[in-house]
């Protein structure tokens, strides 16, 4: 009974928007357990006008405090109010999670490097996704340090895990800025040639969690082509203009405004689960990739990263029956994640974006998602 009158008292206070003062902060003691004998903890990161609290348990997002353009506080990222329902999870696998060691998929969990045969388990519709079954996401992440604004996080993905050779070694820096943003830095070494692909799997309400659809955010892409997809969500190979396509997200479109267009692309994704190209100016530098308004609140988005790719998802396989922290629905299409990525599938298409590591390189990726309002 305490336990669900704190969660309704919670409930209300995210309804109706709150001041950061009265941020309804989720209880660190919610989240101490051990995993393998590894400890988890829940650790809240503070910076210019963001909270957010982590869990090293896939170094999930669980929450993200920002304000609306009245100073009013929701909490924006989907997620649950205690470590036992990420680890017994019935719902969406990647609520916040890091994803790896190959984000994304790869085609009936097979693919060539060097003349070697890799196989990987797979878990979504006969390909691999987002790392296979143990992932990076299912794992408890070594805490390097925690500080008021920064969380350094280290993992070591054994040669072999999930099918991937090499014995990855990743170092992950979660910091929020005095500008609102918060910035996600990946750095790994192999000791084996592999493939690599990082990314991160916050999902974006920014009504706040549960309280309506993303349809009506307004998105821009800086991107003048996809990578178009079967019916299983593998790149076929080809890279497509977006050109007179509901794809076209150089000017600003509601996310809804074309999301239900007859076109094969949106029956194949369920709506919009894709890899846009992004048109970059340089070769590695940190460049804008997209921006998120939702007109009602005034928050905003920006995306920024070295990657060539962003993979756009709009929660089209929620169905409400899993509930979120606050005691709501995560329901169709009331979330939507940005993933900064290279491409879909690339061991398996030559002219994709390389993602192969060898033992004396290092893999970086810079990630930062920018909160405002207008």
């Not at 009974?1 to 209880?27: D, H, N, R, Y």
């Not at 100016?281 to 998120?292: P, Y």
């Amino acid at each position: 009974m305490k336990k669900s009158l704190i969660l309704l008292g919670m409930s209300l206070l995210a309804a109706c928007g709150v001041q950061k003062t009265e941020l309804p902060l989720l209880p660190e003691e919610a989240f101490q357990t051990t995993v393998d004998g590894k400890p988890v903890a829940l650790y809240t990161l503070h910076a210019g006008d963001i909270t957010m609290q982590v869990t090293n348990y896939g170094a999930r997002v669980v929450s993200l405090w920002t304000p609306d353009r009245e100073g009013r506080y929701e909490d924006i990222v989907l997620g649950y109010e205690n470590i036992g329902r990420y680890i017994d999870n019935t719902g969406e696998r990647f609520l916040g999670a890091v994803v790896g060691p190959y984000a994304n998929r790869i085609a009936k969990g097979h693919f060539t490097l060097d003349g070697a045969e890799y196989t990987l388990p797979v878990n979504n519709n006969g390909q691999t996704l987002h790392g296979g079954l143990l992932g990076v996401d299912r794992v408890v992440w070594d805490v390097v340090s925690a500080s008021d604004d920064k969380l350094v996080l280290h993992y070591l993905h054994p040669d072999g895990q999930d099918g991937f050779p090499g014995n990855l070694d990743i170092e992950m820096t979660y910091s929020l800025t005095p500008d609102n943003e918060f910035r996600i830095d990946y750095k790994a070494t192999t000791d084996k040639p592999t493939v690599v692909n990082m990314s991160n799997h916050p999902f974006f309400n920014l009504k706040g969690e549960g309280n309506g659809t993303v349809l009506d955010n307004v998105l821009t892409i800086n991107a003048s082509h996809t990578t178009p997809v079967d019916s299983v969500l593998i790149p076929t190979g080809q890279i497509a203009p977006v050109e007179g396509t509901p794809f076209d997200f150089r000017e600003p479109h509601a996310i809804g405004e074309r999301i239900g267009a007859d076109n094969q692309q949106l029956r194949n994704g369920g709506g919009y689960d894709h890899n846009w190209v992004i048109d970059r100016k340089t070769e590695s530098g940190i460049e804008q990739a997209a921006t998120v308004w939702e007109p009602a609140s005034g928050r905003t988005i920006e995306v920024l990263s070295d990657q060539p790719g962003l993979q756009v998802y709009s929660g089209n396989f929620f169905d409400g029956k899993s509930i979120g922290k606050y005691g709501k629905p995560q329901r169709y299409r009331e979330s939507l994640a940005l993933e900064t990525q290279k491409f879909p599938d690339s061991p398996n298409h030559d002219n994709f974006p390389s993602t192969v590591l060898r033992p004396g390189e290092t893999y970086t990726q810079v990630c930062i998602y920018k909160f405002g309002v207008k």
